[in-house]
Every structure is written in C-alpha cells, then in structure tokens.
C-alpha cells in the first residue's frame, strides 16, 4: 500500500555538467525519446535534455493526441505503422499507464476525387499491412450513429477510410513516461534551459550556451523542437523549408459516451473525438497566416464548431470550455526533416513536424538515436533527410495530412 | 488573436479578409543556380518577430501589397 501512494520524483533536478555527449534541445515527446533510445538501446547515457519552458510545454502538450498510421506514401506508411507499433508497446516498455485506447479512426469523403483518395490511401496500407478500408455510409452509420450520413448537409459523407488500430492517447503521459524513462537510464532533463547559442568549430558542433550562463560541450547537438525549429537552425546557419504556423483546437463540456471513434473531415477541416472524460476535442485546419502567437481566435471557432455541427447537428446545445493554439512547422511536402545536414558534423534535425509530429514520437526517437549511435541513417528515416528539397524527391503526404489528425 | 490589415485601397479591415502570401523575398535571376533557385523555392526565413509579408485583399479590391507583421505578436506596423 505504501508503494502505491510512493513520492518517488519522475525526474530529478540536475546542475549542467560542463560536457555532454549529446545535448537535445527541445524537451517535448521527440527529444524525451530520442534520449530514452539513446540510454535504452544504445547505452549512450551521458545525455542531457534541454528546454526552454517545463516539460511538454510545445506541442506534447497542445495536440490532440491522436495516433494513426493510414499515410499515402509508401515512405509515411512504413514510417508510422512502425511509430504505432511502438506506441502499442509504450505503456509496458516504460511502465506507465499511457491510456491508449485503439477506438478506431475514420477519415470522411464528401466529394468524389476524396473518394478516390481514400480508394489510393486503403490500397497502399493494406499492401503494406496496414489495417485500413474504404467503408459506404450504411457501415459510417453503424460505427458512428450520431453522424449526420444523409443527404441533409451541403456536402454529405460518401464514404470514409476505416482504420481500426487509430486512436488516442494521454499525450502528458507519453511525455512524463518518457522522461522518468531517460532518469532511470541515466539521463538527465533540464527544464527552464533554453539554448541561446551552438558553438561550431571547423564544421564541427562543440557545443551549447544556455540561458544559465554556462557553456556546454557536446560533440552531438539535437534540434527536436517544434515551432523554434528554424530559430534554433539559424544558430548553426543551416536554412530550413519551415513556415511556422499556428493550429487551434477547443474542448467542450464532458458529454455521456456516445462517440468511441476519431472522426476526420478533410473537406471540412474539422477532426472530432470524445475524451475518456467525456469532453469533445475538435481541432481545425492551421491558421491562414504564418504565426509565432499560440493565442486562439473567434473565427477559427466558429469554422471549427460549424463544420463540426454539420457532422453531428445534435450538439448544437453543447457548450465550448476551451481553445488554445500550438505551433506547427509546415514543410512543403508535409513531411518531416529527420537526420543530419550535409557540410555541418553533429548537428541532426528532428523537425518539420507540421501536424504529424506527436504521432511519430516513438520512431522518430529510436531511429534518430539509432542514427547517433551508429553513425548511419536508417532506411526507414532516409526519405526525410533536408537534402531531399535538393535532390527533388519530395514524401508528399498533402493528401493524408493536410487536415491536422 | 486576429488583427487588422490596412488594405493600401481600403483601410483597415479583419485579417480574415485577405489571403496570406507568404514572406517577401527576391526572385533570382533567371540564369542563377539551381541551388539558388532551391533556396528561393523552399527554403524560408520564417523570423520569430517583424517580417515583410505579402497579402491580397481577397475579400474586398483584389490588390496584392506588402504589409510588415511582428510573427510573435502579430502588431502590424504598415
């Protein structure tokens, strides 16, 4: 009983040691399990995680915690079906209960040529042993009963992509998980560290200086952030194709179960799913304009709880308790930048996480430090590298992740 | 938060008026590199604080115009 209500601290308060062998900036779910396969699978423990704000204070904390793998390219397949293997694993891998709830995920069509993007997209995973199909409004009905499938909306469901193993997760969780994870292998976090300055020395990262005064020396630097992505590049001179823009999403009052699947709309761009609370989330598009501010405005409200009443009209009567703003860096393929950049030894990019990025934690983290480690590129993280920008050979994933899921 | 944007023909309007174009940067040359044509492209300054940007004014005169925009607050001081 006593270890029940045990106060054994998650992660401790460390001083900066003057040398690293790797420092990760950015302290959200990527740099946490960067760090965490660093210790755990590659015995590399002299890590230090540093952030600017407290833990999972970015994104880890501001998405909306949905977990799915039904991509469109043969590259965004392979790379998050392996991200939802990890996170099937993820609360017995690091012994915390992550609450993840497989409820199943679907992407709604309303015009044709969606339809024919659904066909593309189920023919592709299944090839590449993905649960997901292309199911007809009779079957939409079933699954989701409160959906509106008639032909009272302006534009009514045709059809949606099924895909049974989406879900979501307690996002804090992951986060807090993972970092009690990187202390007990021997890791340290930092919160309230924010990284002003990276030293180079003949195209070679020697090190950080943080906001703390100290300089830190490190062979390997990180950049695992989201939104302060490009800021963070700049310090080393490496130019990046990101356009931060904010996403909005809201939450209503705890309503009885009656929805147990994420539902996406596209064409609406609105994504909706009710919490083991009972809430609704209900995310939208990213703004229209490029932004650093996480502050929320009317008009996204209004977009974001009109689109969701032609889904489900009957909760006209529900009331909004919340709405926040996070950052996500759009690349133009909407895929991410993963690994290292040509002419610059030590510094890797985990960035361009536009919509995508709490999804791909897990994979993201254990190929980077697999990549650390071995001083190789895995194949699955190969396609994302930033010199494909150069080499025009773009992952356009527009067309599964346009709208922020 | 949303904010206001003076259309150089309209005034002041609701940022949701307009359309936005992305920051402003210079065209290359049409014999300049390929690496430079990369870079105008994709790569992008993305500046957390004041950035010239254009914007159309799609809801109103249809005029294209530069507007400078802090991105960490979004004041607008042209």
Redesign the interface.
């Known amino acids: 009983m006593r270890a029940l209500f045990r106060k054994e601290k998650m992660w401790q308060r460390h001083k900066l040691k003057p040398r690293y062998d790797v420092v990760v900036i950015g302290a959200g779910v990527h740099g946490l399990s960067i760090a965490y396969y660093l210790a755990k699978n590659h015995n590399i423990t002299n890590v230090a995680v540093l952030d600017k704000v407290y833990l999972g204070g970015g994104n880890s904390g501001r998405n909306t915690a949905i977990i799915r793998a039904n991509y469109m390219t043969v590259e965004g397949v392979h790379f998050y079906s392996e991200s939802l293997k990890l996170y099937e694993e993820l609360s017995k891998e690091l012994n915390f209960n992550l609450l993840f709830s497989q409820i199943g995920h679907l992407s709604l069509a309303h015009t044709d040529s969606a339809v024919n993007g659904l066909w593309r997209r189920a023919e592709v995973n299944k090839a590449l042993g993905v649960n997901s199909r292309v199911i007809w409004p009779d079957e939409i009905k079933r699954l989701v009963p409160a959906l509106d499938t008639s032909d009272r909306p302006r534009y009514p469901v045709k059809a949606a992509l099924y895909h049974a193993p989406g879900g979501v997760i307690r996002h804090d969780a992951v986060v807090w998980g993972y970092a009690r994870g990187v202390e007990r292998h021997g890791g340290e976090v930092h919160p309230r560290t924010e990284v002003i300055t990276i030293d180079v020395k003949d195209h070679q990262v020697t090190g950080v200086r943080t906001d703390k005064g100290e300089v830190i020396r490190a062979d390997c630097v990180v950049n695992a952030t989201s939104g302060?992505c490009?800021?963070v590049s700049k310090m080393v001179g490496v130019?990046?194709?990101?356009?931060?823009h904010p996403l909005q999403a809201c939450v209503t009052e705890p309503l009885k179960p009656f929805l147990d699947k994420v539902v996406v709309s596209a064409n609406l761009h609105v994504y909706v799913y009710q919490t083991d609370r009972g809430e609704l989330v209900m995310g939208s598009e990213i703004d229209?304009?490029?932004?650093?501010?996480q502050?929320?405005?009317?008009?996204t409200l209004e977009s974001i709880v009109a689109h969701a009443l032609e889904l489900f009209p009957g909760l006209r009567h529900v009331r909004v308790l919340r709405q926040w703003g996070g950052l996500c860096d759009m690349t133009?393929d909407y895929s991410p930048i993963l690994g290292e950049v040509d002419g610059l030894k030590g510094f890797v990019l985990d960035v361009g996480w536009g919509t995508y990025g709490f999804k791909a934690g897990p994979v993201s983290g254990k190929r980077i430090a697999e990549l650390i480690a071995t001083k190789r590129t895995p194949d699955v993280i190969r396609p994302f590298r930033l010199s494909r920008?150069?080499e025009d050979r773009l992952v356009s994933e527009k067309g599964a992740a346009a709208v922020s899921h | 938060?949303?904010f206001l944007l003076e259309c150089p023909n309209c005034g002041k309007r609701d940022?949701?008026e307009f359309?936005?174009g992305?920051?402003a940067h210079k065209r290359p040359r049409v014999n300049s590199s390929s690496?430079e044509w990369?870079?105008y492209v994709?790569?992008?300054?993305?500046v957390?604080g004041v950035q010239q940007?254009w914007w159309f004014h799609r809801l109103g005169c249809h005029k294209w115009f530069l507007a400078i925009r802090d991105?960490?607050?979004?004041s607008v001081s042209i």
């Open positions: 302060w490009t800021t130019d990046l194709p990101v356009v931060t229209p304009y490029s932004s650093y501010s502050g929320s405005t009317l008009e133009p920008f150069r | 938060m949303g940022v949701y359309r936005f992305g920051e690496e990369m870079k994709y790569m992008r300054e993305n957390a940007e991105t960490r607050d979004n």
